[in-house]
C-alpha cells in the first residue's frame, strides 16, 4: 500500500514544479489552427441572398424569409440560427458565389475560427443579413433578390440580353430603364414580353405570344 501513496505524492511535486497537465481555457485563449472550421458568417458583401445555402443546410439552420409589403416594396432575409448550425461548413462549400475556399474573401459564407458561443443572450445565436427582393410584374410572386439577377448578368455578359428580367433588371441598376411597373391585368399582351416575370408568368406571355393560349 505504500507505494502507490508514493506514486501519487511523486506526481503532486511534479505539478507543482512543473504546473498542470490540462490547458489554461478559458482563462488562457487556446491555440486555433488556420484550417479549424468554426461559426460560419454571412459575408454582406459577396452574399447574393440567392438560397442555396438554405437547400443544402443538413439541420435546417438556415432560412430564406421573403417580405412583400403592401406599398410594392420587398426585402429578403437570410436567417441563421446558431442554436441548430453543426459547423459542417456544407454552406460555405457550397455557396453560389464562392470559389472553393471557405477561408476566402470571395465566398457568400465565410468559415471563422471563432468556437466559443456560449451566452445567455439567445438573440445573439442568431444571425440575419437582408437585401432588396424583386417581385414579379404580373402576379407579385417574389423571383430572388436584385443582387442574384445582378450577378446573374455580370457572370453571363452578353448571353443576359436573352432574358428580359435579367436585362431589365440589369438596364434599371445603370439607369436606363423605367422602374415602375404598370397596373396588373388579366390578359396577357405581346409587350408583357418586356417585363420582369417569375418563370411561370413568362411561359404564361410567351404560350399566348406564340399559340395564343
Known sequence: M????LRELAEAIKSVIKGPYTTKFP??????????RGKPEF??????LCGACEKICPVD???ARDIVNDDGSAKRVMFRNYARCIWCSMCSIYCTVGDGDIFGDKTGI????????STLDISSSNEEIESELVVCEKCGKPITTKKHLLW???????????NQTLFLTKMQEMGLSDEEMAPPREEMLRED???????NCRRSAMMAEDWGF
Not at 482563462?27 to 479549424?36: G, S, T
Not at 459575408?43 to 447574393?48: H, K
Not at 465565410?110 to 458561443?117: A, V
Open 27 to 36: 482563462k488562457v485563449a487556446p491555440e486555433i489552427f488556420p484550417e479549424f
Open 2 to 5: 505504500k507505494k502507490p501513496k
Open 61 to 63: 439552420a438556415i432560412e
Open 193 to 199: 414580353l418586356n417585363k420582369i416575370l417569375c418563370p
Open 152 to 162: 446573374l448578368a455580370e457572370r453571363l455578359g452578353s448571353k443576359a440580353f436573352s
Open 110 to 117: 465565410k468559415i471563422t475560427n471563432e468556437f466559443d458561443l
Open 43 to 48: 459575408v454582406e458583401d459577396n452574399c447574393v
